[in-house]
């Protein structure tokens, strides 16, 4: 990812945590999945909800929100499993909504600004400018750690 | 010809084939005298030579071409079986495995084998040199058959000599078809059908796939080995359209013994071969009375009605289902729900057309331990050779099902283990008696399954443990502090041989001892999810333990809620279930404990291990589950039971690797997850 080859874009999902937008690279995103029943898992930390039967392969659950120490909701209508993978690692995250799928040009990609909400910037690979959107990329790796 | 669509199945049909020589060597060794299971060896190593002749493996062939000849002197009684023969004969078979090793993992399975055939050799002529030269010898094609040049290789002559010897004739059929013939390949076929009918075709020229390609002119040759008159045959050829005229000459075999070759021979008494041990000369074994009947042993039928799956095929095939079985329970509750009777009825059915699906899916994936393990009487045999101790091994529980990805990797471990406890455990038989135990010391090999894990015993009667010394040796090799020392259990210090780094052998032997082994085994065990317990006792012998996971295979399991949770308890694990009054429970240091049948155990309640978010409410009556680690108890407290089931062990994935207590999931049938407890965690 460098910004030499300027014309290029990267493929995004962009999801919801309360007023934010965020990104993950399309092809770390398995598959959207809507709320389920997830069995709880007691002894874990407790941004793990728990795991789910996915299509017969029993995947655990991170709540973004409390992973990123964010305030706590109840999951409604829009509430969305994305279903996110890094190496042999497959993960269900749930957000708050899955908004859509962009073409982000590679140039709109900035280093994080030193304060952008209450997020810690480890889990931040930058922050991608669209109009009058912002994204914030998340790196899997930080927050599957 | 593209053999590479069949190199798989050859390769499985080998190791099956070499893995029946093996356990019919090891039988024939204790049964000398017994022609039927020469015979048997005989069979899988034609079968064995045909195969690998036809996929090109020169080497295998040749080499398993000259155990052929052995074995077909022992037959006929032109050997005795020896120990130094039977050595020669056993390695032999570890170099057919070897090349047949290399060519599964992608080599062309040559190995350098001219040391073994020559021993072979050597059996053969000292033994039956009066019988047996023909096999290398016939170069040249008998002298009266010029004009078809016909050359047999050493494989053919075999063929054609034993067939002879079987009351067969040999026959050389020279067909010519019409000039005007169109569909020559057709007549060929034809031809080739009458001929099978009446015998059987070892040889034509051209080759058969020339001739499928009708690249001949009208002339082609076949020999056929038959019992018919040649003039049947004959006329039963030129029944065929367009056939013009069939000659017939009977082969000869190249030094015309054949005669001479049927009659019992006499037993020779010299062996050529040095024994490697002068001691095991005197073991020569008399062989017993010729068995005449001989059956053809060209061609072993093929009793086994399986095929072949990938096992990622199985996976999908597995996760499918289990999706269906999802759609089932939804498909079950809307049933209930509209109870519209044929609806109900077509899903009753559906559910139990499924449910044997379920079972037969299920058990596809598990293979019994036998594979593993059927392999280790050789090795032990070999071993106590080598180490000139007796060694006797005891196989316990080969009918334990293991996981087949569990199954290909355990084999390693295991023969280490096995090669340990052989070379370290069991003494020199003089050591052995003069601490006054039988001479013969005795390696036990044991698989059973208990909770969600199965477990292997390798046990010996050997020497055991020397805490002191290999408490000294790790201190002196730095592996652990003098404070750590002090405060380590018995097993804490056996488990220091597993340390990298250690040996305790004063003499670094061929097979073990060099330190490398244990630690190896100890790091397999743990990237397959198990564990390795030592337990020793010094004088009367070792038990290494292994414990295994049951990765994704089937267990019988007791559901039960607890609060809103449902969890999953292994029956394997389970004693009994039982009501308790609340009165009966009692306090010992602050540990909850119940009188069971005249035995105190401890309670756990699993709402507060699992911290079950729960409402305050009092029950009189506790449901309580009684499970068990080995010789220890505990009872479970739950809310309810829910009843036993069938379930697919499944794992929590990777980034769950480690909950306390959790030993896997499951998808029940309503679709959600369930959570299969670790009695084995619980108890301590």
């Not at chain 1, 990812?1 to 874009?9: D, G, L, V, W």
């Amino acid at each position: 990812m460098s910004e030499i080859h300027a014309s290029e874009t990267v493929k995004v999902i962009a999801f919801q945590l309360i007023d934010k937008e965020y990104a993950l690279p399309v092809h770390q995103v398995y598959s959207i999945e809507k709320l389920m029943h997830i069995t709880r898992v007691p002894g874990t930390v407790p941004f793990v909800k728990g795991v789910i039967n996915l299509r017969g392969v029993v995947t655990p659950i991170i709540d973004l929100r409390s992973r990123f120490g964010l305030s706590d909701e109840q999951y409604d209508d829009s509430t969305r499993i994305i279903i996110a993978a890094l190496d042999d690692i497959e993960v269900g995250l749930i957000v708050d909504g899955a908004n859509d799928v962009l073409d982000i040009p590679l140039e709109a990609i900035e280093p994080q600004p030193e304060v952008v909400g209450s997020l810690g910037d480890e889990y931040i690979t930058g922050v991608a400018k669209l109009d009058r959107r912002l994204l914030i990329m998340l790196s899997l790796q930080k927050i599957f750690k | 010809m593209d053999t590479n669509q069949y190199l798989e199945i050859f390769i499985d049909e080998s190791k099956e084939h070499l893995q029946a020589m093996s356990e019919h060597l090891l039988e024939l060794e204790k049964d000398p005298g017994n022609t039927a299971i020469v015979n048997e060896i005989f069979r899988s190593a034609h079968t064995l030579k045909g195969m690998s002749a036809t996929m090109g493996y020169e080497d295998l062939a040749n080499l398993t071409h000259k155990l052929e000849n052995v074995l077909d002197a022992i037959r006929n009684q032109q050997i005795s079986v020896t120990v130094a023969i039977m050595d020669i004969v056993f390695s032999s078979v570890d170099d057919l495995e070897a090349m047949v090793e290399d060519i599964s993992s992608g080599g062309d399975g040559k190995r350098d084998v001219s040391a073994i055939v020559e021993q072979l050799l050597l059996i053969e002529q000292g033994e039956a040199a009066a019988a047996v030269e023909a096999p290398e010898a016939p170069k040249a094609p008998p002298a009266d058959f010029p004009e078809n040049n016909f050359q047999y290789d050493e494989f053919e002559w075999t063929v054609i000599e034993q067939s002879k010897e079987q009351g067969f004739t040999c026959w050389e059929l020279a067909v010519s078809l019409r000039a005007d013939c169109v569909l020559k390949a057709a007549r060929v076929f034809m031809v080739f059908e009458v001929l099978e009918k009446c015998g059987e075709v070892i040889k034509s020229i051209p080759s058969s796939e020339q001739l499928e390609e009708e690249k001949f002119d009208e002339i082609f040759t076949v020999t056929l080995i038959t019992k018919e008159p040649i003039e049947d045959v004959q006329e039963k050829v030129k029944k065929v359209s367009e056939v013009e005229q069939v000659h017939a000459k009977e082969i000869v075999a190249a030094k015309g013994e054949t005669g001479e070759k049927s009659a019992p021979a006499p037993v020779p008494a010299v062996s050529a071969i040095q024994p490697a041990d002068s001691k095991e000369e005197g073991k020569a074994i008399q062989p017993v009375k010729a068995e005449q009947n001989e059956k053809k042993a060209a061609k072993p039928s093929a009793s086994n009605k399986t095929i072949r799956v990938n096992i990622e095929r199985l996976d999908i095939l597995m996760n499918l289902f289990e999706e269906l079985v999802i759609d089932r329970g939804r498909l079950e509750s809307i049933s209930t729900e509209l109870n519209h009777s044929e609806l109900n009825e077509t899903v009753e059915r559906m559910s139990r057309i499924s449910g044997d699906l379920q079972n037969i899916i299920l058990n596809m994936r598990m293979v019994p331990v036998e594979t593993v393990f059927n392999r280790f009487p050789k090795l032990v045999r070999q071993l106590s050779r080598d180490l000139n101790k007796q060694i006797n091994l005891e196989i316990i529980g080969a009918e334990t099902e293991l996981d087949r990805t569990v199954i290909d990797e355990i084999g390693d471990p295991l023969v280490h283990l096995i090669r340990n406890a052989g070379d370290h455990g069991i003494e020199m038989p003089e050591v052995r008696l003069s601490k006054g135990k039988p001479a013969e010391g005795t390696i036990k090999l044991k698989a059973y399954h208990s909770g969600n894990h199965v477990f292997i015993e390798i046990e010996d009667d050997g020497a055991g443990i020397n805490k002191d010394r290999v408490l000294q040796k790790a201190l002196d090799k730095g592996i652990v502090t003098e404070e750590q020392a002090l405060g380590m259990t018995d097993r804490q210090i056996f488990e220091l041989i597993m340390a990298s780094g250690f040996s305790t052998a004063e003499v670094i032997s061929d097979l073990s001892g060099r330190g490398v082994g244990l630690d190896v085994v100890k790091t397999t065990i743990e990237s397959l999810g198990g564990s390795i317990t030592i337990d020793s006792q010094e004088g009367a012998g070792s038990i290494f333990s292994i414990q295994l996971p049951l990765t994704l295979s089937i267990i019988s399991v007791m559901l039960v809620e607890v609060e809103k949770e449902k969890y999953a308890i292994p029956l394997s694990s389970i004693i009994e279930t039982a009501i308790v009054k609340k009165e009966d429970i009692m306090n010992a240091h602050n540990q909850q404990v119940i009188d069971f049948r005249g035995k105190v155990v401890p309670l756990l309640f699993l709402e507060d291990i699992f911290s079950v978010p729960h409402e305050e409410e009092d029950d009189r009556f506790y449901s309580v589950v009684l499970v068990r680690k080995g010789e220890k108890m505990a009872g479970l407290v739950v809310d309810s039971f829910i009843g036993q089931q069938e379930v697919v062990l499944k794992s929590l994935g990777n980034y769950l690797s480690n909950v306390f207590a959790i030993s896997g999931a499951t998808i029940l049938g309503d679709g959600q997850v369930a959570l299969i407890v670790d009695c084995n965690a619980l108890i301590k």
